[in-house]
């Protein structure tokens, strides 16, 4: 009589298990077709897809965790930056000194990544403007030393 009772219960918590796993896979599929049929759909309708799926995955609702599904649900690459860090980024490489022809490349190029809103591309940017410039400026030692052969 014992192990008919557990048999019962495992029965159960195993048909349990099955609505389970086919509820997780039924949002998933749910979530994929989502995911295909809403790129460059509605934004209204795409930030509430993206609220319901946080609220379906139990994820939490920071920033983050919205705009990674947003972009995912949208359809958008996840290297692409959004609208108001593109328009940061853009006023930063305005800002550049652009007096030579070699920063004026680097001014233009940054810009030109931040309007594609390409981040990797930014990035890239910056660290040869950064690299190129350390390589280009003279060492405090030297500097030391010009100035010192300069007052002799």
């Known amino acids: 009589m014992f192990l008919e009772r557990d048999k019962g219960t495992l029965c159960q918590t ?15 599929f749910q979530f994929v077709i989502c995911m ?31 705009h990674k599904l947003y972009d995912q649900i949208a359809g958008n690459p996840p290297n692409q930056i959004s609208a108001i ?6 006023d930063l490489a305005k800002e550049l000194p652009r007096h030579t022809p070699q920063l004026l490349n680097f001014a233009n190029n940054l810009e030109q990544a931040a309007n594609e809103k390409n981040w990797e591309k930014f ?6 403007l950064v690299t190129n410039e350390r390589s280009n400026r003279p060492s405090a030692a030297m500097r030391l030393k010009e100035t010192r052969c300069g007052e002799t």
């Open 14 to 28: 195993a048909q349990e298990w099955r609505h389970i796993s086919a509820n997780i896979i039924l949002l998933v």
């Open 36 to 66: 295909n049929e809403n790129k460059n759909s509605n934004p209204s309708f795409i930030a509430r897809e993206t609220l319901k799926q946080l609220a379906l995955l139990k994820v939490s609702p920071t920033p983050d965790n919205y």
């Open 85 to 90: 860090t593109a328009k940061m980024l853009i």
């Open 123 to 128: 990035k890239s940017i910056m660290i040869k």
